[in-house]
């Protein structure tokens, strides 16, 4: 783990998304927040927001960081959800990693729930990035097509 | 989360992947294993084992379960690395999610070690999903086009 | 940690409640859902779920046990919400304490969440208890007056 | 999880009780400090200052923060035991959940203790709240009657 | 982490030691219970226990198995201290990892609430292994001399 | 747990180290690289990094500390290998039990991995202490014989 001690504290903020495809009908019952095993989008959230904090135990070479915020959001469509995770920390390193890690575990947590009510080929998670990056030496917002 | 003690124990297996896309040049560093954080694909076969055993921690309705089988491979294309996840039990209930989180988990840490030498718009992972079920009251194999 | 490994293995129940106490407006927003930090009932199901999982972590003389079901449900009333935990396992040791820690770990989270439009004195968890136990050497349930 | 990174760092303490109620017999066991599973209160007291650091993982939205000291201390009548976590920090956002969940925790590792020692329906938990809180927008006392 | 689900469960046990070399003063601590920071046996019993039931977390390659027991004892002489972690389980692996983690994290519990007292270099551990184990494919009892 | 808020940040290191003894064929395996369960060094390295971001929820009176940066090196000799332990923090309070509790765990790690082959008499960690300390009330350098 690589030293940060020589690096400044600073306001550091990521976005990272991922999108979870499945049949329409599993997006309706995000829609609902009706499933066999709770609501989809709550209980996502709170899976993402957990997962962010815990991310220097789970991606070996990240520092731990004070999060000082950590949420996640969701756009649905109509055969696809997208969640959108957003950390933000005052720290010697970025938290591009907290968000990804909090954007792909609540679109697991999606999975999780959905999977009663789809075959396994329907559901998969595309286009896990980091979107922004403010922060640090350098900062970075992608470029929308 | 549902009630499993009905269930009877049997043999379960599940496959799962992800694929991190990358400069062709972040590839020849998988090969080499050599970057300053560290040996990227042997890292993260670390980081997927750990995350498959944990995944009841991560995936709230998840149930806890006695792995007793968990492993990361790769595949390495020019510009793109597949990261297969194989875990296995003797349960109730099946290890789908701790597949797919052990495949997201390693594809993460593998992005993280790549992180210094790639634009952000660079790297992001494709295709998470399952792709082979064994046990429990339905099987399941992927058709390969 | 006592030796549980010559005990055989049973179905075994256990449901636990705590009692929060807060301002009716407090809970109104139980109701509605609606804090500033999100929804309260959903969050601490969340919560509440995942501790009784790692309650061998929590309680230091506690086993690790296969929990088979876990869930949380509210009982709301003007000043007051009654948390209620019931847990599941196959073991050779019951789930009473993870049923008390989902208990109070739920009830916490919401005590957490209602912070903010509250004064301390006004929140308080009373009557944190054992309601009823199946399975090991004896059942016990508790005599309502 | 709410941003706090505008806040400024200050010396944040709370003081958190909960008592456990139980038979005099029991509470004798607590002084002794020989049950069959160990010392309760030394157990308790490091399940106590435990579960204090990991506060943010178990209320989810709580946030991470340095604990600068956790501690337990009791006070023993009769028939009940009350518990006394005292947690500092110098941090954005104040230590009152990490001094109730400490409370909590280490009530509950008592009455695992003392659980083979009485019957379910003489044990449980009364009074879990918030004491005193110094730091941040607003200091509060209880008011002793 | 290698396939089990073909080895049959039996019944396993395991016995590691590891022993803390401090200033007779120091011993002379542990045997009053009287540190700064507390009781060091009681506490490092506690901490070895929950290392214990931690192992698979910890040690990358081990499989989670349901701990049935496991206990930290202490043999003190003058000058050092000697840990012994039993550790049960039935499963199809055994819980060697597991003694050895008890031990060590006793010892190094120990050695942090004896730190304020002694001279760096005149702390160290040393000795730590497997004494005993029996279960699995063959039974192993270390010759004493 | 001691208050540490009164004692200001500063910027600290602590090498620890710990060696493993087992027979030259085992040491020949940490150099291929190549055991049945992977590869030794680079495991055990994960496992001692991960380790030392934890050693606050291990060691129960051990404060929360942002780690700035922690690594494992190995020196092989032919019948034993010094698991070297290098961790560093800008904080309150010294790393030492980070450095101990990672190098300890690196080398339990890399007996895990050695363990299928040799005899567990032949397998033993030696010498396990606090080399170096930096930062704070008092430097240390132990004197090399």
């Known amino acids: 783990m690589k030293d940060?001690?020589?690096?400044?504290?600073?306001?550091?903020?990521?976005?990272?998304?991922?999108?979870?495809?499945?049949?329409?009908?599993?997006?309706?019952l995000l829609r609902s927040g009706e499933t066999e095993k709770g609501d989809p989008l709550k209980t996502a959230r709170v899976a993402g927001i957990l997962a962010a904090k815990r991310t220097d135990e789970l991606i070996p070479l990240c520092h731990p960081l004070p999060i000082h915020r950590a949420d996640i959001s969701y756009e649905l469509a109509q055969t696809h959800v997208r969640v959108i995770a957003e950390v933000q920390t005052i720290g010697p390193t970025g938290v591009e990693m907290e968000a990804l890690v909090a954007a792909s575990?609540?679109?697991?947590?999606?999975?999780?729930?959905?999977k009663p009510y789809a075959e396994p080929e329907d559901l998969h998670i595309e286009d896990c990035r980091l979107e922004r990056k403010i922060g640090g030496k350098s900062h970075f917002r992608r470029q929308l097509a």
Chains 1, 2, 3, 4, 5, 6 share one sequence.
Not at 4 to 28: E, F, G, M, N, Y
Not at 105 to 114: F, G, I, K
């Open 4 to 28: 940060v001690s020589q690096k400044p504290d600073s306001l550091r903020k990521a976005r990272a998304t991922a999108t979870l495809h499945a049949p329409a009908s599993c997006i309706d």
């Open 105 to 114: 575990m609540a679109a697991l947590t999606l999975y999780d729930m959905l």
